[in-house]
């Protein structure tokens, strides 16, 4: 996949986030409201304080009325500030989801090829400490940079209300500090990326030993991978240490520089106090300006270090967020006969895989299934079995030629309504981690209980699922761990039956049975092929047998087609295969 350059993502990326923003404009509009209360409060603090020096200490019969405007507006700030946090949290929340939602539905949806170019733990990552990140900037630190923005323009007009001569001073604190802000937040900016970009490493990896655990342990690599991810994470600890380091510089002189100016300012305002041309008053309400003034400047510039990260993470998701997919539904679909017939077509078909733009898959590619034939592909591992079908299922379109389904270019086709009409049984079956019930029910998700048991009991799944600890209902663990190979096979078969599609691919799908399951799914199978059109990757003597026609494949292309007996007859490469791989 391509990335951009750390370079590449300004703090201007985050407006990519205003339109999930937006899309939960009452709570944006409450947390504005209660932002504007609980500014407001702050500003009010300072000449509450005022008031309270210098009524209610000189001035016996206003001190109880100074003491509770103080109170008052304390109250009025803490109640403000609850309702801020509150809907700032939880407006965060909802965008984060939203975001988490709408990216991966855009990945679910994007084609085989960038799946095959991408490591799934990368677009994990990005689904999980990008959009971390994120929800700090909305639930957080959106709302610190505005009330520090407002609290910082206020503080410094009732400076000047206060005292234009000390707040003169307090000006040259200010650019000091916005300069130290605007050259360390560029190198952030690029040390942010890299070590997300290390981060997202380590999840990669994580993500691949874990999903191969058994290999790992069967290898005793156990060690080996401990010291490989140790290793990932001391690379991604040593670049965080430069993006912490550096934030922490901008943010020690930045604040340094702020409290010089205040320590300047109470200098001067304490000899004016002494010369009488201030109250004690009035010099607490400007130091209390100045002291929220100089720690909203300071908040600005965490804030700002954490939008620099945040920004990295956001130029991430919009980068996934714009990849096109190669595989896209036309503007005005072809829809198939329901139900269809399931004549399936490749007319001079060739087509080289993304990544391997100099050998073609299949080249120069013709076949003819007719409605209800049974054609077995045969062939040395590499000649294109797998790929006639990928490109049936349209998960790649063609270079040239036309692949079709009753007469109608795939590519023509809305994909859905391809794969609605096509049940896959592949040799890996693939078990999610939910009941059997939810599994099997994935071929058809609105079948009846009764429909999925009648499916379990033709794939020969009943007795097992029934003699689990729940029966159907039993969850499965990750990958199907808790059945064996053959037990997977036959969820996945069940699954088929449920779907009761036109067009069967078969890769295989007894090659992890037992002896007596294979026969019995083998009976199974051969109820739901009849009638329908069918292509068998094959493995087995036994599944050829079965065929109406066999395709033999080398390098791309068919090389002969016949009968077992015509082709055992014509010598050639699939009498060597039937001597090697299915003859005992």
Known sequence: MTTTPPSKAPIGSLRALWPFVRA?????????????????ATLSLPVAFRR????????GANIDRAFLFLFGVATVLALATAARFFFVSLLGERVVADMRQQLYSHLIGLDAGFHDRTRSGELVSRLTSDAELLRSVVGSSMSVALRSLITVVGSIAMLFVTSPHLASFTLIGIPLAVLPIVIGGRRLRKIARA?????????TLAAETLGAVRTVQAHAREPYERERFGHALEVAVATARKRIRSQAVVTAVAIVLIFGAITLVLWSGA???????????TLGQFVLYALIGGGSVGALAEVW????????????ISELLDEPSGIVAPANPVALSKPARGEVAFDRVTFHYPMREDLP????????????????????SGAGKSTVFSLLLRFHDPKTGVVSVDGVDVRQLDPADLRGAIALVPQSPTIFATTAADNIRYGRLEASDADLRAAARSAEAEGFLDALPEGFATELGERGARLSGGQQQRIVIARALLKDAPILLLDEATSALDAQSE??????LENLMAGRTTLVIAHRLATVLRADRIVVMDRGRIVAEGTHDALMAEGGLYSELAKLQFLD
Do not use: C, K, Y
């Open 195 to 203: 070590s997300q970009d290390r981060v997202a490493d380590a999840n």
């Open 519 to 524: 026969r019995a799914v083998q009976h199974a």
């Open 305 to 316: 270090n954490e939008l620099q990260r945040a920004a990295g993470g956001m130029g991430r």
């Open 52 to 59: 309270m020096i210098d009524q209610g200490f000189t001035n």
């Open 271 to 281: 000899h004016d106090v002494v010369a009488g041309r201030m109250s004690a008053g």
């Open 24 to 40: 939960h404009r009452n709570l944006f509009v409450a947390w504005l409201l209660a932002l504007a209360f609980s500014s407001s």
């Open 361 to 380: 898959a299949i080249e120069d590619f013709s076949l003819h299934v007719r409605p209800g034939e049974t054609v077995a592909l045969v062939g040395p």
